[in-house]
């Protein structure tokens, strides 16, 4: 059974950079049935989609919300294990709890797996 | 922009009701349309796929119809544990959207 451990500062000073892994066990992030990715829930608010990634052959290809594209960068690492998310100059409106996922390539991108989140808050 | 809109916003309702929850979509694609579970403090959870395909695991009481830019979950026979906020969710070209979400809150 697939699982997914978000980890990271859970506190970031406006303007820098936020720098989150998420862990992948009992499944691989090469699996391309499946698209792995990052979604985020500010704080009694609703969820956003904010970015996710497959391969094709040995290609990362990644998709990002159109909304962060200009400050956001979703990669992997080289053991195939780790999905890694950098988003540049933030603002206190990306306080969230960020939560990592596994999506169904093949039913429209369906979260069917998530991870228990990780809150992260911007503030000085 | 692409948009998913939820009605009701919020439903009050008691154990053993039916809740019907109605997600809109700006723009028609294909008849794929997610729903997720979120109780209080936890992530969400998938409960079904492709408009009506029930996740594993989810009580049957839980149902999805709808196709083109309407669909509809349907709770039947609510359960104590059932008292939490739905979000729907779309696909467009790449793009993953949500929906506003309902919560569901005990009458």
């Known amino acids: 059974q697939v699982q997914l451990q978000e980890s990271g500062p859970g506190l970031v000073k406006p303007s820098e950079t936020l720098s989150l892994t998420c862990t992948v066990s009992?499944?691989?992030?090469?699996?391309?049935?499946?698209?792995w990715g990052w979604i985020r829930q500010p704080p009694g608010k609703g969820l956003e989609w904010i970015g996710s990634?497959?391969?094709?052959?040995?290609?990362?290809?990644?998709y990002y919300n159109p909304s962060l594209k200009s400050r956001l960068a979703i990669s992997v690492d080289s053991s195939k294990t780790q999905l890694s998310l950098k988003l540049t100059s933030v603002t206190a409106t990306d306080t969230a709890m960020y939560y990592c996922?596994?999506?169904?390539?093949?039913?429209?991108?369906?979260?069917?797996?998530w991870g228990q989140g990780t809150l992260v808050t911007v503030s000085s | 922009d692409i948009q998913l809109t939820q009605s009701p916003s919020f439903v009050s309702a008691s154990v053993g009701d039916r809740v019907t929850i109605t997600c809109r979509a700006s723009?028609?694609?294909?008849?794929?349309l997610a729903w997720y579970q979120q109780r209080p403090g936890k992530a969400p959870k998938l409960l079904i796929h492709?408009?009506?395909t029930l996740q594993d695991g989810v009580p049957s009481r839980f149902s999805g119809s709808g196709s083109g830019t309407e669909f509809t979950l349907t709770i039947s026979n609510l359960q104590p544990e059932d008292f939490a906020t739905y979000y729907c969710?779309?696909?467009?070209?790449?793009?993953?959207?949500f929906g506003p979400g309902t919560t569901v809150d005990i009458k």
């Open positions: 492709a408009a009506f």
């Open positions: 996922g596994r999506l169904l390539r093949y039913s429209a991108a369906a979260v069917d797996s």
């Open positions: 009992g499944d691989s992030i090469r699996n391309n049935n499946y698209y």
């Open positions: 990634m497959y391969y094709r052959g040995v290609t990362v290809i990644t």
């Open positions: 723009q028609e694609t294909n008849n794929y």
């Open positions: 969710q779309r696909l467009y070209d790449y793009e993953v959207i």
